[in-house]
């Protein structure tokens, strides 16, 4: 049996009794950490749980563990950035193809009409629209 010094989840320090299956299985499931303190006696003198040679191969894997999982998250996000990076690449592609010669240049100036064709007629509309929505909700 080993006695268990930790700090629980209301941040008070507590004092438990574990069998080394026990104590074995919690740092499995990161219920304790390595700053736990561990003694044989109830009285006796505790010491870090990573300095016992029983847990101490155990602590240091999950150690790894985390480093691991933590480098698994940098490469996530670094691969989605590529990702971003990538769609956006074929996009200004494609936009370069369409500039090029005098074709992309009537091309350029009939996509700008279009646009403004739209900004202008949303902005002539937008106060006719805006009524017909408030008579229709009832304001």
Request: with cysteine; aromatic share 8%.
């Amino acid at each position: 049996m080993r006695y268990i010094l930790s700090v629980g989840a209301d941040g008070k320090l507590q004092k438990q009794r574990m069998s080394t299956g026990q104590v074995k299985q919690k740092i499995k499931l990161g219920e304790l950490n390595s700053t736990a303190k561990v003694a044989r006696h109830p009285k006796g003198n505790y010491v870090p749980i990573a300095g016992d040679p029983e847990f101490e191969q155990l602590l240091r894997e999950k150690h790894v563990q985390a480093k691991v999982e933590q480098k698994s998250e940098k490469y996530k996000k670094l691969y989605a950035d590529i990702e971003r990076q990538q769609y956006w690449c074929q996009w200004k592609k494609r936009f370069r193809r369409k500039m090029e010669g005098i074709g992309g240049m009537i091309s350029l100036v009939l996509y700008l009409a279009v646009i403004g064709g739209i900004i202008i007629g949303a902005w002539t509309y937008a106060p006719t629209l805006i009524a017909m929505i408030r008579a229709k909700a009832g304001m």
